[in-house]
């Protein structure tokens, strides 16, 4: 069974002017142990389709089945905490916590242990690269290829399996950008999560195990 599944997904908004259909009928299916590029250009719907996987709202029309259960169907709460993590071009760490408490943000919020949550933490970090020295600062100490190193710490943390990723190196440079798919896709293919990139760059997009290319809303090659 596939860990996560789009059957004929479809997706409608409306704006002040128009029904927008960002997307307008995908199906795919994603295993755990693989690294997934999503690529296309601006306005193509490739960060709406993260979204849905994500569970920060439903499809109009068609399925997403986690493990077999669609998400219609699921605690939406319970599946973002647990089940999905994102990591964001932005990084998104709360610039007031020290890198420690920001990778334990979202297991507190799944009541893990305080200590049990410090320890898992600590672990997280180490295992993306992060030096002991470090893990009492804050965001604004460090560099971004080092947020985003949080930022994948916190994403593991919880358990999740599937970590979403929307432009993860979009703000970084090369040699960090490079950094940070070394640990993507060693996650993918040595620890098992299924990771599903979002990028607008080929090159690191070729070292993903399968490439989905969207142009309006639709899928027009996969690989």
């Given at each position: 069974m596939a860990l996560l599944e789009l059957k004929d997904v479809k997706y409608s908004y409306k704006n002040?002017?128009?029904?927008?259909?960002a997307?307008?009928?995908?199906s795919y299916?994603?295993?755990?142990?693989?690294?997934y590029a999503i690529v296309g250009k601006s306005g193509s719907g490739k960060t709406t389709l993260l979204s849905l996987m994500a569970g920060l709202d439903l499809p109009t029309s068609g399925e997403i089945l986690y493990e077999g259960k669609p998400t219609s169907k699921i605690n939406l709460n319970k599946y973002r905490r647990e089940k999905v993590a994102v990591v964001y071009q932005n990084f998104m760490l709360f610039p007031l916590l020290t890198l420690t408490e920001n990778v334990m943000f979202p297991m507190e919020q799944v009541h893990v242990p305080l200590s049990k949550a410090k320890a898992r933490a600590k672990e997280m970090m180490?295992?993306?690269?992060l030096e002991e020295?470090?893990?009492?600062?804050f965001p604004a100490?460090?560099?971004?290829?080092e947020k985003q190193r949080v930022a994948i710490a916190r994403a593991i943390g919880t358990g999740a399996k599937v970590i979403l990723a929307d432009e993860p190196t979009g703000n970084l440079d090369s040699a960090n950008g490079n950094n940070i798919m070394d640990i993507l896709t060693k996650l993918a293919r040595e620890d098992n999560y299924c990771v599903i990139m979002v990028t607008h760059d080929e090159s690191f997009a070729r070292r993903a195990d399968e490439i989905l290319r969207i142009s309006d809303g639709l899928l027009v090659e996969d690989q």
């Open positions: 002040e002017y128009q029904t927008v259909d997307v307008k009928g995908i299916t994603f295993d755990a142990g693989k690294m180490k295992k993306v690269g020295s470090q893990f009492k600062r100490m460090i560099s971004g290829g």
